[in-house]
């Protein structure tokens, strides 16, 4: 997507009009408290419960300075795979799904995405400043700074593999955001109609109400595992630095776990998972496995004996 597109998108109704103006100084003189920043997930299955917590563990582990919020569907999710969400630290959070718009066919681990959008109504518990991660993500290193950014917007530009590679459309699986429940309203009444990429779901709807106005971080802040498959020398530089570890191209825990009530099984489950994909490629993604299987190794010890129901 070249900057004259960008250009194009925001003459388009649909685009928030408020995104216009990016930044201002009401922002920049504003830093919000412990209570107003807020790191946010999302929790639609069970079988990303592992991912959950080690994410949660993962953010204690670099000692973050903000609320955990979860979005959870009360309707999908275990009473006991909320009670170790809790335990973790996060408040959770329940909201009703957001249908894709007219019901449209979409990749069927999509189909949830739009309730992403329901993240700019945490003004309503008094979040000022969020950070939102996927459930398949991991913090590497203390990510506070992001909450002082003077900005209504932000997100990493996206990888694709196979296609163009690296692009400046953004990718929606970390997104520094302003949390407000009028722009949430105007996002409800664009969705139906707005003109975007809906292949792509809530992430194809951002790119398009924000249009230009989103301050594109470095990659060190959503480290696409796509950027280690298309450019090895590239992941390689960023190694050092490396804040946030996506795990998009290859998931360290099983995506379907028909064991996840059963404590046992589950983490048989998820270790041979993680051994199978530590090995795979010729241990092309080991180290990445294993940073993961760190955190996750210090989350079952510290939920052991907890949420037995």
Same mark, same amino acid.
């Given at each position: 997507?070249?900057?004259?597109?960008?250009?194009?998108?925001?003459?388009?109704?649909?685009?928030?009009?408020?995104? !216009?103006?990016? %930044?201002?100084? $009401?922002?920049?003189?504003?830093? =919000?408290?412990?209570?107003?920043?807020?790191?946010?997930?999302? +929790?639609?299955?069970?079988?990303?419960?592992?991912?959950?917590?080690?994410?949660?563990?993962?953010?204690?582990?670099?000692?973050?300075?903000?609320?955990?919020?979860l979005l959870y569907f009360p309707e999908r999710i275990s009473p006991r795979s909320a009670c170790l969400a809790q335990e973790a630290g996060w408040e959770l959070?329940?909201?009703?799904?957001?249908?894709?718009?007219?019901?449209?066919?979409?990749?069927?681990?999509?189909?949830?995405?739009?309730?992403?959008?329901?993240?700019?109504?945490?003004?309503?518990?008094?979040?000022?400043?969020?950070?939102?991660?996927?459930?398949?993500? !991991?913090?590497? %290193?203390?990510? $506070?700074?992001?909450?002082?950014? =003077?900005?209504?917007?932000?997100?990493?530009?996206?990888?694709? +593999?196979?296609?163009?590679?690296?692009?400046?459309?953004?990718?929606?699986?970390?997104?520094?955001?302003?949390?407000?429940?009028?722009?949430?309203?105007?996002?409800?009444?664009?969705?139906?109609?707005?003109?975007?990429?809906?292949?792509?779901?809530?992430?194809?709807?951002?790119?398009?109400?924000?249009?230009?106005?989103?301050?594109?971080?470095?990659?060190?802040?959503?480290?696409?595992?796509?950027?280690?498959?298309?450019?090895?020398?590239?992941?390689?530089?960023?190694?050092?630095?490396?804040?946030i570890i996506h795990y998009t191209l290859v998931k360290p825990f099983p995506e379907d776990n028909p064991m996840i009530e059963d404590p046992v099984k589950s983490?048989?489950?998820?270790?041979?998972?993680?051994?199978?994909?530590?090995?795979?490629?010729?241990?092309?993604?080991?180290?990445?496995?294993?940073?993961?299987?760190?955190?996750?190794?210090?989350?079952?010890?510290?939920?052991?004996?907890?949420?037995?129901?």
């Open positions: 997507m070249t900057l004259d597109v960008l250009d194009d998108l925001n003459a388009m109704d649909a685009v928030n009009a408020a995104s !216009v103006s990016l %930044r201002g100084d $009401d922002l920049a003189s504003h830093a =919000p408290s412990r209570g107003e920043r807020a790191i946010v997930s999302s +929790l639609y299955s069970d079988s990303y419960l592992p991912g959950i917590l080690t994410l949660a563990q993962s953010l204690t582990t670099v000692n973050t300075g903000a609320r955990y919020v959070v329940p909201v009703e799904r957001i249908a894709p718009p007219d019901n449209r066919r979409l990749y069927y681990r999509y189909v949830d995405q739009y309730t992403k959008l329901r993240i700019w109504t945490l003004d309503t518990i008094g979040v000022k400043v969020g950070v939102y991660l996927d459930g398949d993500t !991991v913090v590497n %290193r203390n990510v $506070d700074e992001l909450f002082t950014l =003077p900005y209504t917007f932000a997100a990493v530009p996206d990888v694709y +593999l196979p296609g163009p590679g690296f692009v400046m459309d953004i990718n929606a699986g970390v997104l520094v955001f302003r949390p407000s429940t009028a722009v949430f309203e105007d996002m409800m009444q664009k969705v139906p109609s707005a003109k975007y990429n809906h292949g792509d779901s809530e992430q194809g709807f951002l790119r398009m109400y924000f249009a230009r106005q989103v301050l594109r971080l470095p990659h060190i802040y959503n480290a696409n595992m796509a950027i280690k498959y298309r450019a090895l020398n590239a992941w390689h530089a960023i190694m050092d630095d490396l804040r983490e048989a489950l998820v270790r041979k998972t993680l051994n199978e994909r530590k090995a795979s490629k010729n241990g092309f993604w080991k180290s990445e496995m294993e940073l993961w299987e760190r955190h996750y190794n210090a989350s079952v010890r510290s939920m052991d004996g907890k949420c037995l129901l």
